[in-house]
T-cell receptor
Framework: DGGITQSPKYLFRKEGQNVTLSCEQNLNHDAMYWYRQDPGQGLRLIYYSQIVNDFQKGDIAEGYSVSREKKESFPLTVTSAQKNPTAFYLC??????????????FGEGSRLTVL | AQKITQTQPGMFVQEKEAVTLDCTYDTSDQSYGLFWYKQPSSGEMIFLIYQGSYDEQNATEGRYSLNFQKARKSANLVISASQLGDSAMYFCAMREGTDSWGKFQFGAGTQVVVTP
């Protein structure tokens, strides 16, 4: 089945450690996105990528890094520079369709807890 | 500046009743798309409905309809005949620009609880 796979679903990290969240899609979508969600809040854009080997900062990119070496993959690294990394992270993708809705398709999310 | 505003943090609705979730947006673009997503307690985001800025008719998808008032910059979601499974967080989102893909901005969400 086509979709977006995020792993791990739950992750615990000690302060000062970098962690990488995986996001893979087999929908053949051009664009991919990472969002952060804090309890009771909406989604905030961390990074997005519209094409392989290119990505742009979103609204809260500080302390995060990404890569887009393959169309299917868009991993997110939460670095030790991120002051408050405990959150729910959602990866999404969207197609580029002329005249289409281009809605976001989401993975099931990764919940990161810093101990 | 906040581009998407959802003023109702939470609401209770009785089963089989209709509920309206408010959403206002702010943009200077002429071309944009408005979306509603549902997030159950499990966390995944489920796409519900889309309205394009040039669409003259209000969008409908089954029990979901979007009350689009362009001049007021509002895009309220109406859920008819509520079911217990409708209990979830609901997010309004906007994508600006002429491309059919791009950055999305989300509101803070409205928590809906459907009671028997």
């Amino acid at each position: 089945d086509g979709g977006i796979t995020q792993s791990p679903k739950y992750l615990f990290r000690k302060e000062g450690q970098n962690v990488t969240l995986s996001c893979e899609q087999n929908l053949n979508h051009d664009a991919m996105y990472w969002y952060r969600q804090d309890p009771g809040q909406g989604l905030r854009l961390i990074y997005y990528s519209q094409i392989v080997n290119d990505f742009q900062k979103g609204d809260i990119a500080e302390g995060y890094s990404v890569s887009r070496e393959k169309k299917e993959s868009f991993p997110l690294t939460v670095t030790s520079a991120q002051k408050n990394p405990t959150a729910f992270y959602l990866c999404a993708s969207s197609p580029r369709l002329a005249g289409g809705t281009g809605e976001l398709f989401f993975g099931e999310g990764s919940r990161l807890t810093v101990l | 500046a906040q581009k998407i505003t959802q003023t109702q943090p939470g609401m209770f609705v009785q089963e089989k009743e209709a509920v309206t979730l408010d959403c206002t947006y702010d943009t200077s673009d002429q071309s944009y798309g408005l979306f509603w997503y549902k997030q159950p307690s499990s966390g995944e985001m489920i796409f519900l409905i889309y309205q394009g800025s040039y669409d003259e008719q209000n969008a409908t998808e089954g029990r979901y309809s979007l009350n689009f008032q362009k001049a007021r910059k509002s895009a309220n979601l109406v859920i008819s005949a509520s079911q217990l499974g409708d209990s979830a967080m609901y997010f309004c989102a906007m994508r600006e620009g002429t491309d059919s893909w791009g950055k999305f901005q989300f509101g803070a969400g409205t928590q809906v609880v459907v009671t028997p």
